[in-house]
């Protein structure tokens, strides 16, 4: 199969331009006991501080979903001109790692790589957000790959310019073992063709057990870019982050 890397696409490093974030409007009560009713309005102070620079294109799984979400927006002062809804049920929030990794090449083509998700090897319901890759490649009629991989966006870290950094225990431990049986090389195989880092790629996998929060950052919310009129530029996998997998 070709691989993204040999056509030409890499994975932006995060501190490049993007042009929207993605997340997913909240309602697994369970991740968030005896708070909830404060989250939502928790998520529509990150849309207002966001939609000033960029679009903002949320996941909801069902009409009456976005009709909450459109009201609580509205009046947290969101402007819903800047915001983008699509119909896509998730099990959970947390975008980062089970959105897509969006990839581009110089010459503005944008796909995607859709990595499998088991819900951190711990909860019993992720069908859904392992499908969200796939729903969002038919609904922006982008071409996507997939790499019999389980692999969350937060558990990797790139510079967009062929290096990918993360750690034996987001991918190999055996707690919470996110691919039984698979071992280290064919993990950095897969990852060095299948994660879009610019050909030639270094994998760089750390053997410490530093958690991988710390490496990557715990950067809170989902970002990626969408398609100007001129140039198509696409990133997710920056996502909601509260971290408890």
């Known amino acids: 199969m070709t691989t993204p890397a040999?056509?030409?696409?890499r994975m932006p490093?995060?501190?490049e331009p993007h042009a929207a974030t993605w997340l997913a409007w909240p309602h697994e009560r369970s991740d968030?006991?005896?708070k909830f009713a404060a989250i939502p309005w928790v998520y529509a102070e990150v849309v207002r501080h966001l939609?000033?620079?960029?679009?903002?294109?949320?996941?909801?799984?069902?009409?009456a979903t976005e009709r909450s979400a459109r009201r609580i927006?509205?009046?947290?002062?969101?402007?819903?001109?800047?915001v983008d809804f699509f119909r896509v049920p998730t099990d959970r929030s947390w975008t980062r790692d089970f959105c897509p990794l969006f990839v581009r090449r110089d010459d503005g083509q944008v796909a995607l790589t859709n990595w499998k998700f088991n819900g951190w090897a711990k909860y019993p319901n992720w069908k859904r957000d392992d499908a969200v890759p796939d729903r969002l490649a038919k609904l922006l009629r982008r071409r996507q790959w997939?790499?019999?991989?389980?692999?969350?966006?937060?558990?990797i870290e790139v510079n967009g310019r062929g290096t990918l950094l993360t750690t034996e225990e987001?991918?190999?431990?055996?707690?919470?073992?996110?691919n039984p049986g698979v071992e280290r090389a064919a993990v950095e195989r897969a990852r060095s063709s299948g994660s879009a880092a610019a050909s030639p790629a270094t994998t760089r996998t750390a053997?410490?057990?530093?958690?991988?929060?710390?490496?990557?950052?715990?950067?809170?919310?989902?970002?990626a870019r969408r398609t100007p009129p001129t140039r198509t530029t696409t990133r997710c996998g920056r996502t909601t982050s509260a971290w408890h997998a």
């Open 6 to 9: 040999a056509l030409g696409y």
């Open 13 to 15: 490093a995060e501190w």
């Open 32 to 34: 968030w006991p005896g």
């Open 51 to 63: 939609i000033p620079g960029e679009r903002v294109r949320i996941l909801v799984g069902d009409a």
């Open 73 to 82: 927006l509205a009046r947290s002062a969101v402007d819903l001109g800047r």
């Open 146 to 155: 997939k790499p019999s991989l389980v692999l969350e966006g937060g558990s």
């Open 170 to 178: 987001c991918l190999l431990s055996p707690v919470q073992a996110r």
């Open 207 to 223: 053997t410490s057990t530093t958690s991988r929060a710390s490496w990557t950052r715990a950067r809170s919310w989902s970002r």
